[in-house]
C-alpha cells in the first residue's frame, strides 16, 4: 500500500469518526431538556424498590447536574453505537470480497443486536433483582437513600459490562473461524473458561456475588452457542 493510499484511507476513517462523534453530540442536545426525564427513567428500577419515605439524595453540590448529564452522554454513546458500526462496515467493504461482505455484514449487526440485549437484560432484569435484595436485607433501623451519582455510575458500568459480556458468541465465532484456536481446544478448555467467566463477572461488575453470576453465567450459555455455531475452516 502507498503512502498516498494510507493517507487517504486514514483521511476517510477520520472523516467517518468525526460523523459518529457529531451524531453524538447531536443525540446530547437533542437530549439535554429530556435529561431529567432519562434519569427518572434509568432511577425507575431503584425507586420501585425503596421503602416508603425514601429516596434518592445528592451529597454533592454539582450531582443534580453532573449525574444527568453524564447519563446522557453514556446514552447518546449506546445510540450512536448501530451508526459507528455502519461506518465501520462502509469503511472496511471496499476492500472486501464479495464472499466476505456476506460474512462481515451479518456479523456486524449481531454485534449491535448482542450489545443491545446485554444492556438491556442489566437494566430490566438484572438490576430490580439487585436493588429489591439489597434493600430487602436492609436493617430496619436503617432508611435506605441512595446518592444519585453513585447510583448512575453503579447502573452504567453494570450495563456496559453486560452489553461487553454478550458479544461471546461473536468473540468464540470469530475465533474458531479464524483458526486461532481449534473448536475441540476451546470445549476441552471449558472448565478454565467457566472460571475465566467468573473472573470476568468479578472484575466488571460492582462487588456483589448477585452482579457477579448474572454476568457470568450469561456468559458460560452464550460460549456454548458461540461454540455451537462456530465451523472451522
Known amino acids: 500500500m502507498s503512502k498516498d493510499t494510507l493517507t487517504s484511507h486514514l483521511l476517510e476513517l477520520r472523516t467517518r469518526l468525526l460523523r459518529v462523534s457529531v451524531l453524538m453530540i447531536l443525540a446530547v442536545l437533542v437530549g439535554a431538556p429530556f435529561a431529567s426525564d432519562l434519569f427518572n427513567f434509568f432511577a425507575s428500577p431503584l425507586i420501585a424498590s425503596l421503602p416508603e419515605n425514601s429516596s434518592m439524595i445528592a451529597t454533592q453540590v454539582t450531582s443534580p447536574f ?86 448512575i455510575s453503579f447502573v452504567m458500568k453494570l450495563v456496559f459490562a453486560f452489553g461487553i459480556a454478550f458479544e461471546m458468541p461473536i468473540a468464540t465465532f470469530l475465533i474458531v473461524s479464524s483458526g486461532i484456536v481449534k473448536k475441540s481446544s476451546l470445549a476441552a478448555s471449558r472448565p478454565y473458561l467457566i472460571l475465566l467467566f467468573f473472573v470476568i463477572g468479578m472484575l466488571l461488575t460492582p462487588p456483589d456475588i448477585f452482579s457477579q453470576l448474572f454476568l457470568a453465567i450469561p456468559m458460560w450459555i452464550l460460549f456454548e452457542v458461540g461454540l455451537l455455531i462456530s465451523k472451522e475452516k
Open 66 to 151: 453532573m449525574a444527568p448529564f453524564k447519563l446522557l452522554i453514556f446514552s447518546a454513546f449506546l445510540l450512536s453505537m448501530p451508526y459507528f458500526f455502519y461506518e465501520l462496515w462502509s469503511f472496511i467493504a471496499p476492500g472486501l470480497f464479495k464472499n466476505e461482505k456476506l460474512f462481515v455484514g451479518p456479523l456486524m449487526l449481531s454485534t449491535v443486536i448482542l450489545f443491545s440485549t446485554g444492556a438491556a437484560f442489566a437494566y430490566f432484569v438484572v438490576c430490580p433483582i439487585i436493588f429489591k435484595f439489597f434493600i430487602g436485607i436492609a436493617p430496619g433501623s436503617v432508611l435506605v437513600m441512595t446518592d444519585i451519582s453513585q447510583y
